[in-house]
């Protein structure tokens, strides 16, 4: 079955200790892309990536970090978490960037 | 800045109560607009892309439409299970680069 997957789905943690979300896909897709979903604001871009060891910040890249050594992976980092990076993130991928497929999201909290 | 509107922010319909939803925009250089469907507690779903205005697409009982500053999605005799949020994304300028705006909750009462 074609899907993105994300883990963790649920995510409780406290200011300053550093934490990864990963994502991978197994549909051979180039693009990948990270997103933050806030009541009011949508879903902003954060990263997003063309391939392997290409990436480029989006809208609201401050306080994140991303890689892409694998096709198939995209992990997103928070260096030093803090509250305003509570949110629900959503990985998506696509041959081209239009048809993006995403994943089941990650709700995070920052305390 | 790119920037997106929908409009309304919510809309209750009854069951076979046709109407449309707005995406209004604002981008240098549109090179695609998406629409998209979202559930309580799941990620969007894919529903169209336009290229070009005066573009159509549709999907059962939708029907996406594309001008030169906005975008409409047409919901002809809704159903319960058209109930979600439907989300406008553009994508210009930037290889790859989407804006979305921040969606219309729809509601389908039986």
């Known amino acids: 079955e074609a899907q993105v997957t994300q883990n963790p789905r649920y995510l409780i943690t406290v200011t300053g200790k550093k934490l990864t979300v990963t994502c991978s896909q197994n549909m051979n897709h180039e693009y990948m892309s990270w997103y933050r979903q806030d009541p009011g604001l949508g879903l902003r871009q954060i990263y997003y990536s063309m391939n392997v060891e290409v990436t480029d910040k989006g809208d609201v890249p401050e306080g994140y970090k991303v890689s892409r050594k694998e096709k198939r992976n995209f992990p997103l980092i928070l260096e030093s978490p803090s509250p305003n990076q509570t949110s629900l993130y959503f990985c998506?991928?696509?041959?081209?960037?239009?048809?993006?497929?995403f994943g089941p999201g990650t709700r995070l909290t920052v305390t | 800045e790119d920037q997106v509107t929908q409009s309304p922010e919510a809309l209750r319909l009854q069951e076979g109560e046709s109407s449309s939803l707005n995406c209004s925009y604002t981008?240098?250089?549109?090179?695609?607009l998406f629409w998209y469907r979202q559930d309580p507690g799941k990620g969007p779903e894919f529903l169209f892309t336009l290229y070009s205005a005066g573009e159509e697409k549709e999907k059962e009982r939708l029907k996406a439409t594309l001008t030169k500053k906005e975008s409409f999605l047409h919901i002809t005799a809704p159903k319960p299970e058209d109930s979600a949020t439907y989300l406008c994304a553009v994508y210009s300028g930037g290889y790859q680069k989407v804006t979305f705006g921040t969606g219309t909750k729809l509601q389908v009462i039986p």
């Open positions: 981008v240098s250089g549109l090179r695609g």
């Open positions: 998506a991928s696509s041959t081209t960037g239009v048809e993006q497929y």
